[in-house]
């Protein structure tokens, strides 16, 4: 396995920006996994896992750490009875299809979600109703610690949120389905890509959901709605005029114009609703936003 230095994040994220990783490795085998850690840990360096960066903002001047693509074999889906056992690096588009193919429903909902097995893990994504706790059954993951079976309550999943932490690699998840005619699964999920294509700015560079929804009447994108935010741009992002709770590269936008939107956005939802809106997306490479006072 080869350990690439200066990779741009750009390429590797769906908003299209990120800067260089301090290197970058695509593992195979969980062997490759464990030799990765070896290597950043003789260096000191801290380990990050990426999927199909679709949740994913990376500093513009870098990321000081081995950066983690899984491939080959951990990027591989088998049918297994009436489930699926997934690599960490599978597209969760690739999963459905395999499922679709074999006659396995119950993971529909990841139509919605453009990322891979390991992303939707420590996310714990989730759309329409279904989300991944529902449907893992176990999931491997590998760390300079060792390596173990986890289920999803030892995983610590609740809303859009998993105890998992860098360093931690999702190499494998074994998912529980069960049978459905391949043909209903086909109009579920047509069904649920009309609905989101409605909804959402699905032909844009995006990372999905911006904030978390609070605890309030209002969805994150109701209430930035309500403050005025839609087309609101900073540098080349922009808030989606078609939902406010997505951020578009509206042309050359670097993760601080992304960066500062957010933290307009935040300022505004609490002075008009005192709400402490919490984002959704991930954090690579050292960014924070500013505190509300
Ligand atoms: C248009 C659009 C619509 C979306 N809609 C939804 C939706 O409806 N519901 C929803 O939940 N999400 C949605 N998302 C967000 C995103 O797709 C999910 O959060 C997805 O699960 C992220 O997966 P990823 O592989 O792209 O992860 P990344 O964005 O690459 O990474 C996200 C986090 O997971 C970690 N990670 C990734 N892979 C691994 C691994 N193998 N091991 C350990 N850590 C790992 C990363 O370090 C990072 O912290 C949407 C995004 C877009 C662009």
Known sequence: MTIEEGVE???????????????????????????????????????ATIGLGSNLLAADDGVDALVLRLAGRLAAVVVDGDGIRAGGGAANAV?????????????????????????????????????FSQVLERVRVVSADGSGWFTPTELGLSYRHSDLRHGQVVVEAELRLHPRDPAEIKATVRELNAQRK?????????????????????????M???????????????????HANFIENAGGARTADALALMAEARRRAHEQYGVELRHEVEFLGGLELPPLT
Request: charged content about 20%.
């Open 9 to 47: 994040l750009a390429g590797f994220t769906t908003l299209g920006t990120g800067g260089p990783a301090r290197a970058f490795a695509r593992p195979e085998t969980e062997a490759d996994v464990e030799g990765a850690l070896r290597w950043a840990s003789e260096r000191g360096l801290a380990v």
């Open 95 to 131: 999963a459905l299809h395999r499922a679709r193919a074999a006659g396995l429903g119950g993971f529909e909902f990841a139509c919605a979600i453009p990322g891979t097995i390991g992303g939707g893990v420590w996310m714990n994504g989730g759309a329409y109703g279904g989300e």
């Open 198 to 222: 409605a909804a959402q700015p699905t032909n844009r560079r995006t990372f999905g959901s911006v904030f978390k929804n609070p605890e309030h009447e209002l969805s994150a994108g109701r």
């Open 224 to 242: 930035l709605e309500a403050c005025g935010l839609k087309g609101h741009r900073i540098g080349g992002a922009e808030i989606s005029p078609k």
